[in-house]
């Protein structure tokens, strides 16, 4: 199985701060990344899909980048309403595992 | 507007079984391959089981393999999981989601909580 690695599992931020989150694959998985926004009580939302492109209706100022391993989730300017948990998830191969989550809390 | 609406969780004592009901609506069922999530309670997400558009192909988890069944009818518009042996571990949120080609989840149900224990 890939096993998907995400840093930091939590992070303090303040309204306007430019946050990145990584994610890194235990193989090679091309593209095949995805991001996730979870709120409490909420299924996951998908932000960003293939590594790098935005999903409809999602803010601008949420990008994705990266290939084979590596890959990021930038949040430009972070808004009141951007604070939850953050997954990243490959779709390379079965099972399709996801990371551990990024908790994002208000400073 | 596409919606998938889960059923069928509950409280289930060890060894028991339980079936989700995911019922779909708002696209062509019949044209979409569709997997099962679950989260235990304050945990991160778990893929568990996927199913080709037609149902002819499955795939488990290493944990639920042998345990649980995913099934659909697309005259009905709806999925299905089976769980039998079911074990304090498998608590958890259930979700079934709809994939896109690339892998990603484009919709998802709202869940269904499944609670084993005596």
């Known amino acids: 199985d890939i096993q998907m690695t995400q840093s930091p599992s939590s992070l303090s931020a303040s309204v306007g701060d430019r946050v990145t989150i990584t994610c890194r694959a235990s193989q090679s998985i091309s593209n095949y990344l995805n991001w996730y926004q979870q709120k409490p009580g909420k299924a996951p939302k998908v932000l960003i899909s293939v590594a790098s492109s935005l999903q409809s209706g999602v803010p601008s100022r949420f990008s994705g980048s990266g290939s084979g391993t590596d890959f990021t989730l930038t949040i430009s300017s972070l808004q009141p309403e951007d604070f939850a948990t953050f997954y990243c998830?490959?779709?390379?191969?079965?099972?399709?595992?996801f990371g551990q989550g990024t908790k994002l809390e208000i400073k | 507007e596409v919606q998938l609406v889960e059923s069928g969780g509950g409280l289930v004592q060890p060894g028991g079984s339980l079936r989700l009901s995911c019922a779909a609506s708002g696209f062509t069922f019949s044209n979409y391959w569709i997997h099962w999530v679950r989260q235990a309670p304050g945990k991160g997400l778990v893929w568990v089981s996927r199913?080709?558009?037609?149902?002819?192909?499955?795939t488990y988890a290493d944990s639920v393999k042998g345990r649980f069944t995913i099934s659909r009818d697309n005259a009905k518009n709806t999925l299905y999981l089976q769980m039998n042996s079911l074990r304090a571990e498998d608590t958890a949120v259930y979700y079934c989601a709809r994939v896109q080609r690339g892998g990603y989840f484009d919709y998802w149900g709202q869940g269904t909580l499944v609670t084993v224990s005596s």
């Open positions: 199913i080709s558009s037609d149902g002819s192909t499955t």
């Open positions: 998830q490959q779709s390379y191969s079965t099972p399709y595992t």
